[in-house]
């Protein structure tokens, strides 16, 4: 059977959530939804897994905390030992408060950066990227769900979202 | 709308007294069982193991009642709506401040009668040039600790703070009964009022009565850094009242979003006392000055504090930050409990540290006299504020901002 992709238009977010929430129990899956502002504790209504954003951002900031503490080991310690405030400086720890603003800076920017990178990379928002909205009313004021079913559930599909208050469907 | 009223259950109010109970037994047995250390005259020795835990307790739970009224008065002035729901439960602990403001001022009053001799300023030979206890170091502060000046500002901060709290929490009862938002501007009015007096009243207390027990140091990071570990204090308060509070059944708006956001506080607090903490001891470490360094030498080197010192290091800033990262951390009352209770001691601990290598030098001991003093104040802190729990309404009727905090949702 044929693949079919429904776009419901629906002019309120309550009345969005209720029709997800019936298809996801019916065993339909959602496939994107496009709203004007971030609805609260829509991933989990649509089914989106918890994103592994945060993981990327502790691996960064390791990163940026050992890239930190690398450079001023080899430069104030191994390459050239710096006399900071007095204090002999033949191992690392000996001086480890005056290196800790850097770690710290460093592993903050580590993580912002490569949080922020990695995000835009994933969900592709490059500079030149073609806009993959599919209906320019939902940056105003309309909310939209897609869904991508098989031929022959389209008819109960379309029931529910009507019932449910979609002003608009669209097969695509 | 369940239970709206608490109940002071007579098992919890015979808890409260047995703390108590400890508490003044340990205090009056500490001042049998406390003799001068080696080295020092019996004569002149008065007991300062004992005065110096009264000091620690009287500051650090006046502490946490005194950033309560901070964290209400904040709240009213930046209209926040999310704290609404749980705004009885930090009024009522704000309700401990003039109870600790009291206690604070007979501390004080009794070091001016010379019953203790904590502050070395507050004895008059140190100013005469003929005396072997003469100090040109204190001379030189004397513009600022002459007694009329220092009782001025004493009474003005206990008197002021505690009038302030006095009033908001008139007021909360008073919006109760009525409708409208008169109350409430009234309060932000107030609340900003009282921001810019703290701002400078917490630097200066924390100067005038803890500094000064180093009477020859000084530091510009230290009134934030006493800002911070009281605020601390007085947010992991707050946190463990409302846990036991869902515990027990009431306050069923509060949802877990509140409670996320509350651990959120406590987390970022963490971390401001944690940074200030730090910043005063690099800059310290780093410079090197001997004037100023003695400070760390007495709590790292000369004395034996230094496990303690890592100790309050690790409990307050590495535990708070490794245990309340994550989302679900916060949200889990059992190990938000955990935590809180972890960050309570070591506060306390941290409190500890400012007033005994000052006061007692060497002579310091965790033992009996400490813990028992430390939980008879805990009795009459957990004492006052289950009292002003049971006063009003666990709930609040009228706030303009009362039905978005109950739908806060995150």
């Given at each position: 059977m044929s693949k079919v992709v429904i776009h419901a238009i629906y002019d309120d977010e309550e009345p969005l959530l209720e029709s997800a929430k019936q298809l996801r129990s019916q065993g339909f899956n959602i496939k994107d939804v496009f709203s004007p502002f971030p609805i609260h504790g829509i991933?989990?209504?649509?089914?989106?897994?918890?994103?592994?954003?945060?993981?990327?951002?502790?691996?960064?900031?390791?990163?940026?905390?050992?890239?930190?503490?690398?450079?001023m080991w080899y430069m104030m310690v191994h390459d050239?030992?710096?006399?900071?405030?007095?204090?002999?400086?033949?191992?690392y720890y000996m001086n480890v408060p005056a290196f800790i603003p850097i770690s710290f800076e460093s592993t903050v920017l580590c993580a912002?950066?490569?949080?922020?990178?990695?995000?835009?990379?994933?969900?592709?928002?490059?500079?030149?990227?073609?806009?993959?909205?599919?209906?320019?009313?939902?940056?105003?004021?309309?909310?939209?769900?897609?869904?991508?079913?098989?031929?022959?559930?389209?008819?109960?599909?379309?029931?529910?979202?009507?019932?449910?208050?979609?002003?608009?469907v669209h097969y695509k | 709308m369940t239970n709206l009223n608490y109940t002071f259950t007579n098992k919890t109010k015979n808890i409260t007294f047995g703390l108590m109970a400890i508490g003044l037994i340990t205090i009056i047995a500490g001042f049998f069982a406390d003799t001068a250390p080696e080295g020092v005259n019996a004569e002149d020795y008065h007991h300062?193991?004992?005065?110096?835990?009264?000091?620690?307790?009287?500051?650090?739970?006046?502490?946490?009642?005194?950033?309560?009224?901070?964290?209400?008065?904040?709240?009213?002035v930046a209209e926040v709506a999310w704290s609404v729901a749980v705004k009885r439960v930090y009024e009522a602990v704000?309700?401990?401040?003039?109870?600790?403001?009291?206690?604070?001022?007979?501390?004080?009053?009794?070091?001016?009668?010379?019953?203790?001799?904590?502050?070395?300023?507050?004895?008059?030979?140190?100013?005469?040039?003929?005396?072997?206890?003469?100090?040109?170091?204190?001379?030189?502060?004397h513009a600022y600790f002459a007694t009329w000046f220092f009782w001025l500002r004493t009474c003005l901060y206990l008197s002021i703070w505690s009038w302030f709290q006095y009033g908001f929490r008139k007021r909360s009862i008073e919006e109760d009964l009525q409708n409208g938002t008169s109350i409430h501007f009234k309060n932000m009015g107030k609340g900003a009022m009282f921001?810019?007096?703290?701002?400078?009243?917490?630097?200066?207390?924390?100067?005038?009565w803890m500094m000064s027990l180093d009477v020859h140091w000084f530091s510009t990071m230290y009134g934030w850094y006493a800002f911070a570990g009281m605020w601390i204090s007085a947010m992991v308060t707050i946190i463990l009242f409302v846990l036991f509070l869902k515990r027990k059944g009431y306050l069923p708006e509060v949802n877990d979003s509140h409670i996320h956001d509350l651990g959120k506080w406590v987390f970022a607090v963490s971390f401001l006392w944690s940074y200030l903490y730090f910043c005063q001891f690099m800059l310290i470490w780093y410079t090197n000055i001997p004037e100023e360094i003695i400070y760390f030498q007495d709590r790292l080197h000369n004395y034996g504090y230094m496990a303690l010192m890592w100790t309050v290091f690790f409990m307050n800033f590495l535990f708070p930050m490794i245990l309340l990262m994550s989302r679900d951390a916060k949200r889990n009352y059992y190990f938000l409990t955990t935590v809180g209770c972890i960050i309570?001691?070591?506060?306390?601990?941290?409190?500890?540290?400012?007033?005994?290598?000052?006061?007692?030098?060497?002579?310091?001991?965790?033992?009996?006299?400490?813990?028992?003093?430390?939980?008879?104040?805990?009795?009459?802190?957990?004492?006052?504020?289950?009292?002003a729990l049971t006063k009003a309404p666990l709930m609040i009727k009228s706030h303009p901002y009362l039905d978005e905090s109950v739908h806060h949702h995150f």
């Open positions: 991933d989990g209504v649509i089914g989106v897994p918890r994103t592994r954003l945060a993981i990327c951002a502790f691996l960064y900031g390791i990163t940026g905390t050992s890239l930190a503490t690398l450079m050239w030992p710096t006399n900071i405030g007095g204090k002999p400086s033949f191992a912002a950066h490569g949080m922020a990178i990695t995000f835009f990379l994933r969900s592709w928002l490059i500079p030149g990227a073609k806009a993959k909205n599919p209906d320019p009313r939902t940056t105003d004021d309309k909310f939209m769900m897609v869904i991508e079913t098989e031929e022959g559930s389209k008819s109960n599909i379309e029931s529910i979202l009507k019932n449910g208050g979609a002003s608009e | 300062t193991r004992v005065w110096a835990n009264l000091l620690v307790n009287s500051y650090f739970f006046m502490g946490i009642g005194l950033l309560a009224t901070f964290f209400m008065a904040l709240q009213y704000s309700c401990y401040l003039p109870v600790g403001a009291i206690i604070m001022f007979l501390l004080l009053l009794a070091g001016q009668l010379h019953l203790h001799s904590l502050y070395q300023w507050m004895d008059a030979e140190t100013l005469n040039p003929n005396s072997p206890k003469f100090d040109e170091g204190i001379v030189n502060k921001l810019v007096f703290f701002a400078v009243t917490s630097s200066t207390s924390a100067w005038d309570f001691i070591g506060h306390w601990l941290d409190v500890f540290m400012m007033v005994m290598p000052g006061t007692v030098h060497g002579n310091w001991h965790l033992s009996w006299i400490e813990i028992g003093t430390a939980l008879g104040f805990l009795g009459l802190l957990l004492f006052v504020i289950h009292r």
